[in-house]
């Protein structure tokens, strides 16, 4: 007998109703812990964005100089580090085991690995909120934080860098243990991506942040004392800073398939080429994080053109990949259910009151539209001059992580409650304006950041007017409106993300216990794909998505009308003749 048939018989698995699954208990367990985790990080986050919004916000201009920087650091590394990695840390557990009838191999490292996380986070808040770390997301030397700072996100790193050798363990188990038939299945070979890059990143963090610390101690032992240059600091941070947004992509990119299938059956158009994407993110995606440093007098143009270009282009070709197999899979999936009727009728009656389909779609349109348009754009050598260190770049990264991933994750979420937690979600029909009110709000601040930043209205300074400063700054008419629709939509962002906090949270502590009795009787206040789960797979065979096909080419025109803006722009700053 097997370990998995030996834990199966110890009543360590449970079979879930809707997927047919075997959860392991563990598995289930900690992807509870790591997704609360995330929620409460995501809590704290857009707590601080609020009053960051408003005091970015000229009229208001809230908080004094001191805590608007303690923010900004706040913000920046639970968002963008903590409610984002402890996400994907579940998001591990659930491909690893319980997509494939697996357990977790050594739980008590698991926990352990959780532990490590949850101090580090804590410690690094700790700090942030006593005044002891104001040296933003970023913490450039010669800023300089309390030790226990670094020691904090150096203890959280470790752990999730356990978590992603826990995930490869758990592969090796399934293979071994032959709890699946066939190739891995595509969710999970994402999962796989985003392990990988995972482990690039946090071992570029380790490599910066390790010695930062000693230099953070100020010790002198033999004579010797740790230092960091400040420039070796910035290439090498880069590749954790932004490189751990490429796990998130690779994340989110699963979450589209995931969602795909389970809210309308969508179809795999060809599983070799969204293999390939994948594995082009891994050789490349990195590279993206060069465009940090595009301005940095330390790097020769060589450098920079490679790595912002030739090379990065194969990543930015995986996501376009992604970016047109995802939706077509949707569109061949509704056909196959029967909107068969002109171009679009598959979008127009797509299951839009579904709070897991909308929230997966929203995410890919602002994604691709905003944040890849505008991220291949500003990752051009010659047009970052005019963009970097204005409020363009914050604009950017909102729309991906925050339009793309975060709001993957919070369309994700609503199948996690019923699925994982085994509860109903409480205040279904405001779950379903949820993901509107959210990706609305985020795609009008950024789109108003983006546009201000066009003003040339800077990134992170406490005052963009320079009071008492021995120069006047003016800026154009149009940047006071821009940064009053950035509030606006900052304000309808919040409001969004505070009604995923209250139904998450009051799902998971008070929602109605999930019964197959009222599943089965379709009682249950749960997404539609839990009531009625579409067929996983299709023995019709058909690539035919015109729609999507029309939607790629509206793209494209997108793409190129803002690309060759920004040259427009860039040659009117070089008045040449």
Request: charged share 10%; proline share 4%; with cysteine.
């Amino acid at each position: 007998m097997s370990a998995g048939t030996i834990a199966a018989a110890a009543g360590l698995f449970r079979t879930c109703p809707v997927t047919k699954l075997k959860v392991h208990r563990d598995a289930e367990l900690l992807v509870k812990v790591n997704a609360v985790a995330a929620v409460l990080a995501f809590t704290v986050g857009v707590s601080a964005a609020i009053l960051l919004v408003l005091t970015r916000w000229q009229a208001v201009h809230l908080l004094p100089a001191d805590w608007y920087y303690r923010l900004v650091t706040a913000h920046g590394l639970n968002m963008l580090i903590f409610f984002i990695i402890f996400f994907e840390m579940a998001i591990l557990y659930f491909a690893g085991a319980i997509m494939l009838n697996s357990r977790v191999p050594t739980p008590w490292l698991a926990w352990l690995s959780f532990g490590l996380m949850a101090v580090g986070a804590l410690l690094v808040d700790y700090l942030v909120f006593t005044g002891r770390a104001d040296v933003l997301f970023t913490s450039y030397p010669p800023l300089r934080a309390h030790p226990l700072y670094y020691l904090g996100i150096i203890l959280f790193a470790v752990g999730a860098l356990v978590v992603t050798g826990l995930f490869f363990a758990c592969l090796v188990v399934a293979r071994r243990e032959k709890t699946y038939e066939g190739s891995m299945p595509l969710v999970v070979f994402g999962a796989l991506t985003a392990a990988i890059i995972s482990v690039v990143t946090l071992v570029h963090g380790a490599i910066i942040y390790i010695p930062t610390f000693l230099w953070s101690l100020d010790l002198e032992i033999f004579g010797w004392k740790a230092n960091v240059d400040a420039q070796v600091y910035r290439m090498i941070w880069w590749a954790l800073g932004h490189s751990s947004q490429q796990i998130n992509v690779a994340a989110m990119v699963s979450v589209w398939y995931l969602l795909g299938g389970i809210t309308v059956g969508a179809v795999v158009i060809n599983e070799k080429i969204s293999r390939t994407a994948f594995v082009l993110y891994i050789l490349f995606i990195n590279l993206a994080s060069a465009h940090h440093l595009l301005v940095d007098p330390g790097f020769g143009p060589g450098w920079k053109i490679w790595n912002t270009s030739y090379f990065m282009y194969l990543a930015v070709l995986a996501s376009m990949i992604h970016g047109f197999t995802v939706p077509a899979g949707v569109e061949v999936g509704q056909r196959l259910n029967g909107f068969v009727k002109g171009t679009f009728e598959w979008l127009r009656k797509a299951p839009w009151s579904d709070p897991g389909f909308s929230g997966m779609f929203l995410s890919l349109i602002i994604f691709g539209f905003l944040g890849g348009v505008t991220g291949v754009t500003i990752g051009t050598e010659q047009i970052s001059i005019i963009a970097h260190n204005t409020l363009r770049v914050p604009g950017h990264f909102h729309t991906t992580v925050v339009g793309g991933t975060a709001l993957a994750f919070m369309a994700l979420t609503y199948y996690v409650i019923p699925l994982i937690f085994r509860r109903e979600v409480i205040w279904l029909k405001l779950a379903r304006y949820q993901p509107y009110l959210f990706g609305g709000g985020v795609t009008l601040f950024a789109v108003s950041m983006i546009v201000a930043g066009m003003f040339g209205v800077p990134r992170r300074h406490y005052d963009i007017s320079f009071t008492n400063a021995l120069f006047k700054v003016e800026y154009p008419p149009g940047a006071d409106l821009a940064l009053a629709f950035l509030a606006l939509g900052g304000i309808v962002a919040f409001l969004g993300g505070l009604l995923y906090i209250l139904i998450t949270v009051g799902s998971v502590f008070f929602g109605t216990p999930l019964t197959e009795e009222r599943l089965q009787k379709g009682l249950a206040s749960v997404p539609q794909g839990i009531l009625r789960l579409p067929p996983q797979e299709r023995k019709e065979e058909s690539h035919y998505a015109p729609g999507t096909v029309i939607l790629v080419f509206v793209f494209l025109a997108v793409f190129a009308i803002y690309y060759f803006t920004n040259w427009k722009m860039l040659s009117q700053v070089w008045q040449i003749g």
